[in-house]
């Protein structure tokens, strides 16, 4: 999609990147993250209206250290770093640094020099966010020290001619308390930026790309009644109407009741519906595959062919539509440089390598609260837009080993009790996303004055924002004994039930 205003962040590994996205987003313009070895012609040719250099936990003095090319010192184009960022380009234009005689980590008081351009009615004695072992120890040529702290004499500089700057600590991150207004000085005081970046401009620039794109053509889109496949299917349906055809494929991986609640919500919905049961062919795919990339790849494959089959079908169909988000691309392809690669989606590194259909994906670049924003756009019905994320295998990467029909049965039941009481509790909006797991497990119980050895079931329930980082739910104690209490009553096979409490990183949000 083309940009009317964009910050391109060069991402050198932190674990704050996406943050640093989400702030300049929520200010208003739009910001992507590329690798910091993207070569100069295609930075260029993204027409930044700035540049951000993320942290990192790499030394620039090492030898393997994760350095961008040199020239977009010379660009013209308003650059800004931060941490690592920071330490970057003052060592690449002639400044050094050194590891610091004690790391520092945690909060700190920023004293302001110069309270202008960066630090306009930014006040000294702000805490910021540290998060360092180096520190830069002598200044580049024609660089200023604007900021300094207790412990970093040096914590924020500029050029003294050109819009480069650098921070030594955490802009993006709640901690730091005037972070967003630092972020904006650096979009609207630096960069002119306008801050056009919204939900309508969104929806009017996607619409027009796709009506561009599809022509008089046909398109089928993947709809398994998530608020992405949905927002995706009303907004390639605003731009070509009836010549849309969404598919729902049932695959007997989906929660309690999925398929029906499905043909019921979409009753009325602009395009027309085919409900495909798929269930045989996929569970036999799976059967004794317990790898989670296996079984990723292996219905992302089956979507794909069981979509290549219904348009066949439906004659002259070259275009499918997924409901794709940019954390999908970010952790399925290793868009960062120095980072590895989480896991693969269903829709991003399941697909397979020939496809007949070319791929729409008209979230590709949005976070899930954006998507939701988008939806409300749209008017797509509130219930659709508030569910909690589902993952495109299914229950196959919530049952922890081989997938078989029982099992499927039995995490069903268990995962709609929690979800059930959720809603009861007026939790279930107050929690990013919950579900149950099936352990690969059994325990010892009694029941009924009897010795049982039967599954184990663990609950998730994380808040977050965006779902790059999330932290474990804290949940009243009664209600997750009344649910431990349920399931265990009510669902025959389950005689253990236990919480998962850890954050993501280091975990991940989903067990697989």
């Known amino acids: 999609m083309q940009h009317s ?24 313009v739009y910001s992507e993250i590329k690798p910091y070895n993207l070569p100069m012609a295609e930075l260029k040719a993204n027409r930044p ?3 951000i250099l993320s942290g990192g936990p790499s030394s620039v003095y090492a030898e393997s250290a994760p350095l961008p090319d040199q020239q977009i010192f010379e660009l013209g184009v308003p650059i800004l770093g931060i941490c690592y960022g920071l330490q970057v380009l003052a060592f690449q234009l002639g400044g050094q640094v050194d590891p610091a005689s004690h790391r520092e980590y945690g909060r700190a008081a920023l004293q302001v020099d110069q309270a202008a351009d960066l630090f306009y009615a930014i006040n000294s004695g702000s805490q910021v966010w540290m998060s360092h072992g180096d520190h830069l120890t002598r200044l580049p040529k024609d660089f200023k020290v604007i900021g300094h702290t207790a412990n970093a004499p040096i914590a924020a500089i500029r050029h003294r001619s050109k819009p480069i700057f650098g921070i030594q ?24 930026c306008r801050g056009n970046w919204n939900a309508a401009s969104f929806v009017e620039t996607t619409v027009e790309e796709i009506h561009g794109r599809v022509g008089d ?7 398994s009644g998530g608020v992405d496949s949905t927002v995706s299917a009303y907004l390639v349906g605003r731009a070509i109407g009836r010549r849309l055809t969404c ?37 036999t795919r799976l059967q004794n595959v317990t790898d989670p990339e296996r079984k990723r790849k292996i219905i992302g494959e089956e979507f794909i062919r069981v979509f290549e089959e219904q348009a066949r079908q439906l004659g002259d169909t070259p275009f499918l539509v997924q409901g ?77 080993g081989s997938v078989d029909k029982d099992k499927l049965n039995i995490l069903r039941a268990a995962d709609d009790i929690f979800i059930q009481e959720l809603h009861r509790s007026s939790w279930y909006h107050q929690v990013w996303q919950a579900f149950a797991v099936l352990l690969p497990i059994q325990t010892v119980g009694v029941m009924g004055d009897e010795r049982t050895y039967e599954n184990a079931v663990a609950l998730r329930a994380v808040t977050s924002q965006d779902g790059m980082t999330a932290d474990w739910a ?24 236990v919480y998962d409490i850890s954050s993501k990183p280091p975990s991940t949000i989903e067990w697989e």
């Open 5 to 28: 205003e964009k910050i391109v962040i060069l991402d050198f590994g932190s674990q704050y990147t996406q943050l640093i996205a989400r702030r300049v987003r929520d200010l208003g």
């Open 49 to 51: 209206n700035g540049i």
């Open 169 to 192: 600590f955490h802009p993006e991150v709640v901690h730091s308390e005037k972070g967003r207004e630092i972020l904006s000085n650096f979009l609207f005081r630096i960069c002119d």
């Open 217 to 223: 053509q046909k398109a089928i889109c993947a709809l």
């Open 247 to 283: 598919i729902f494929v049932d695959t007997g991986l989906m929660r309690l009741n999925e398929a029906r609640q499905v043909r019921e919500s979409y009753k009325n919905a602009p395009f027309e519906l085919i409900c495909v049961d798929a269930e045989q062919r996929f569970l």
């Open 324 to 400: 794709t988000l940019y954390p999908d691309v970010i952790e399925s392809i290793s868009i960062k440089g120095p980072s590895a690669t989480i896991k693969s989606h269903h829709n991003v590194g399941g697909l397979p390598e020939k496809m007949g259909l070319a791929l729409i994906e008209p979230l590709r670049e949005l976070f899930k609260d954006e998507v939701r924003l988008v939806g409300a756009q749209l008017q797509i019905d509130e219930h659709i837009l508030q569910r909690h994320p589902f993952p495109g295998p299914g229950l196959a990467v919530r049952i922890l």
């Open 474 to 497: 804290d949940v009243p104690h009664e209600l997750l004994a009344h649910v431990s209490n349920r399931i265990i009553n009510e669902v025959k096979g389950v005689n253990r039930v």
